[in-house]
């Protein structure tokens, strides 16, 4: 065994394989011929002595053996980009590679607004999004694929830190002629009754909505589980019954046959924030982001974070090594 010989550049095709399933696939990700790819991985088994990789023609599969340095490549591989990072970050917090999770109930509405002045403010940064349901990202968080995560807070997981940035109000979108249609607010405790339809399972606001379902007594619609708002939107439209949207959605989401109201009541809002990993080596990165999105969100309408509610928000970044 020649340890020694072992390269970042087999690790990292090594990840690629592990991240596809397929050589064709990890190799066009790391920008290489398929022979190249298989060659230095053929390489890298040699050098440990162990079989990494179970070869079909159809999947590339790795072995017990090959999982578990995989695992460690990875966090070889993000501390040599650490190294990088720290270095630069030490003119500019904000620049370099910057992996992004965002849930898919904010991002189509507040990336938007926040991409083009996230490039003007910060010229260097080179920033990747990713989107996905909450379960998935903080997964994508906790594997080191990412660097940070913009979701609904609160998030209970081991090893994340979490910033809370701003409360975003929940608004009912009503068919034209729904009952509710007819008030100018809408309270929690009017929804007793009423048929609200939901995101399907994976989805936080699903969570949250039935959860302020639950305490208002709605009737929540057994038979329409959507995989988007938009989804939503039209079954709305058709007459199905009302739904919870937050308020960034709300501009995106009027259509003829609608109606918005804004919610009233404790729990009609969701708190926006970003986690990351408590051992991520660029605190000052995700406190310079954090900054920038309340700014955007103050924009927007929806940057305050409640009173009653800032100690512990205060709280929440001190714990987070973010000031």
Request: aromatic letters at 4%.
């Amino acid at each position: 065994m020649d340890l020694t010989a072992i390269t970042l550049t087999e690790l990292r095709y090594l990840v690629a394989l592990a991240d596809t399933g397929h050589f064709g696939k990890a190799a066009a990700k790391c920008f290489v011929t398929q022979p190249t790819l298989s060659t230095q991985l053929k390489k890298l088994e040699n050098n440990l002595g162990v079989q990494l990789i179970e070869r079909d023609p159809r999947r590339a599969r790795l072995t017990a053996v090959g999982q578990q340095i995989v695992a460690r490549a990875r966090v070889i591989l993000e501390q040599i980009h650490a190294i990088g990072d720290v270095a630069l970050g030490q003119t500019d917090p904000l620049s370099g590679e910057f992996r992004l999770g965002v849930i898919p109930t904010l991002g189509p509405y507040l990336l938007p607004e926040l991409l083009r002045p996230l490039e003007r403010r910060f010229p260097r940064l080179r920033l990747t999004v990713v989107e996905q349901v909450t379960a998935t990202l903080v997964d994508e968080l906790l594997a080191h694929r990412l660097d940070a995560a913009l979701l609904a807070l609160p998030i209970e997981e081991e090893g994340l830190e979490t910033l809370a940035l701003f409360d975003e109000p929940f608004w009912v979108l009503t068919p034209k002629h729904h009952p509710l249609a007819r008030r100018k607010r809408v309270r929690e405790q009017d929804l007793e009754g009423q048929t609200v339809l939901l995101l399907a399972e994976g989805h936080c606001l699903r969570e949250q909505a039935l959860s302020l379902c639950t305490q208002s007594r709605a009737e929540v619609a057994a038979d329409f589980r959507a995989s988007s708002l938009e989804t939503l939107r039209h079954l709305v439209s058709a007459g199905y019954g009302c739904t919870l949207i937050p308020e960034l959605a709300v501009p995106r989401l009027r259509d003829p046959h609608t109606v918005v109201r804004p919610l009233t009541g404790n729990r009609a809002h969701r708190r926006i924030g970003l986690a990351w990993r408590r051992t991520y080596p660029r605190p000052e990165a995700v406190s310079s982001l954090g900054q920038f999105i309340r700014e955007q969100a103050l924009q927007c309408g929806v940057g305050s974070i409640r009173p009653s509610t800032m100690a512990a928000v205060e709280q929440t970044q001190t714990r987070g090594g973010v000031r």
